[in-house]
Nanobody, 115 residues
Framework: QVQLVESGGGLVQAGGSLRLSCAASGRISSIIVMAWYRQAPGKERELAARISSGGSTYYPDSVKGRFTISRDNAKNTVYLQMNSLKPEDTAVYYC?????????WGQGTQVTVSS
């Protein structure tokens, strides 16, 4: 059974940094994409960052230049370094892994940025 275990969320002041980690355990066939999504209260879940198996990354404009996604393929782990955090970054952050014919979600980790 596949599990995604997230860590690193918490409370930080505006301008601060946090690093999220997501470790995938279990049998995942050919991980294609690893990503972080976020969902703020009353809003839809949105993509925060995505990285392909080849290392190509994508960021929406809202986080570009402040967030950095990286992955360790040997450990099936994806990271999200978040710098210059803003109150509008406050959300539950979810790890997402897409494999060949499968998709998995983490349980979510809360990130709260105070002004």
């Amino acid at each position: 059974q596949v599990q995604l275990v997230e860590s690193g969320g918490g409370l930080v002041q505006a301008g601060g940094s946090l690093r999220l980690s997501c470790a995938a355990s279990g049998r995942i066939s050919s991980i294609i994409v690893m990503a972080w999504y976020r969902q703020a209260p009353g809003k839809e879940r949105e993509l925060a960052a995505r990285i392909s198996s080849g290392g190509s990354t994508y960021y929406p404009d809202s986080v570009k230049g402040r967030f950095t996604i990286s992955r360790d393929n040997a450990k099936n782990t994806v990271y999200l370094q978040m710098n210059s955090l803003k109150p509008e970054d406050t959300a539950v952050y979810y790890c997402n892994v897409v494999g060949r014919g499968s998709e998995y979600w983490g349980q979510g980790t809360q990130v709260t940025v105070s002004s």
